[in-house]
């Protein structure tokens, strides 16, 4: 009776805590990284991503980059930002990244997002990286 009642308590409570290692609550939010380097080159140019996961664009230039939006009004669809806010709480659709810097969003809304990088302001047309895309699904 003894054995059973050691074997039934070892079983729970490796049952107990198996779940709670398991659990999604403690699990991290999944990110993606993007690379810009040489005169704006971007990768991967096409990236499959979930609602809520995090997207970081990381410079790995020596000068600063202009990363822009295409079409999409961000404002309303981040659950996160890193480098994206203004100083009234709405979100950017052009911001700079400074040398060896990043920047990051997470998009709340299943949707496909284009965009663009510029290595010079004052020269768009010539400065500007061919356009990128994120897909975003549902499935957080």
């Not at 290692?21 to 991290?28: C, F, K, L, M, P």
């Not at 999944?30 to 080159?41: A, F, M, N, P, S």
Request: aromatic share 12%.
């Amino acid at each position: 009776m003894l054995k059973f009642v050691r074997l039934t308590a070892t079983l729970f409570i490796l049952g107990f805590f198996g779940c709670a290692a398991s659990s999604g609550s403690d699990q991290s939010t999944r990110v993606h990284d993007v690379q810009i380097h040489g005169e704006g080159l971007i990768t991967p140019i096409e990236l499959y991503a979930s609602v809520g996961e995090e997207i970081r664009w990381h410079n790995l230039r020596s000068t600063p980059v202009h990363l822009g939006f295409l079409g999409v009004k961000p404002i309303d669809e981040v659950g996160c930002e890193y480098g994206f806010k203004t100083w009234y709480g709405g979100i950017k659709d052009l911001v700079t990244i400074h040398p060896g810097e990043y920047v990051s969003v997470c998009f709340s809304k299943a949707r496909t997002i284009r965009y663009n990088i510029w290595t010079d302001l004052s020269d768009p047309f010539h400065s500007m990286s061919l356009t990128a895309v994120i897909y975003l699904d549902g499935a957080a």
